[in-house]
């Protein structure tokens, strides 16, 4: 089984940058991509990126494309997201996900079999 940890979150001003990473353990020898979701409060959780295997195939939301980047160094089993011109609305605990149901869409978090325990950005006006 997979264990992740996220880091990287903290309080930043608008127009600001922070750079999530997600530190993977345990069985992480298969090759899937991984996934970031974010949720803030009292509102679902919803996708953010993801990133397959070898980093070629990158999915993003509408709301964070060309803001964000997803990227990942297997050799250090980790994947990060650059997060650049970040707004208020971009506060919400941020989770990388792993382990997807083969054949599964990238998107939806029900897809995804293990998580982070999440890290808190906060972005201030």
């Known amino acids: 089984q997979v264990q992740l940890v996220e880091s990287g979150g903290g309080l930043v001003q608008a127009g600001g940058s922070l750079r999530l990473s997600c530190a993977a353990s345990?069985?992480?020898?298969?090759?899937?991509?991984m996934g970031w979701f974010r949720q803030a409060p009292g509102k679902e959780r919803e996708f953010v990126a993801s990133?397959?295997?070898?980093?070629?195939?990158?999915y993003y939301a509408d709301f964070v494309k060309g803001r964000f980047t997803s990227s990942r160094d297997n050799a250090k089993n980790t994947v990060y997201l650059q997060m650049n011109s970040l707004k208020p609305e971009d506060t919400a605990i941020y989770y990388c996900a792993a382990d997807p149901v083969v054949g599964s869409g990238a998107t939806k978090a029900g897809n995804y079999r293990t998580w982070g325990q999440g890290t808190q950005v906060t972005v201030s006006s």
């Open positions: 345990g069985r992480t020898s298969s090759k899937d991509r």
């Open positions: 990133i397959s295997w070898g980093g070629s195939i990158r």
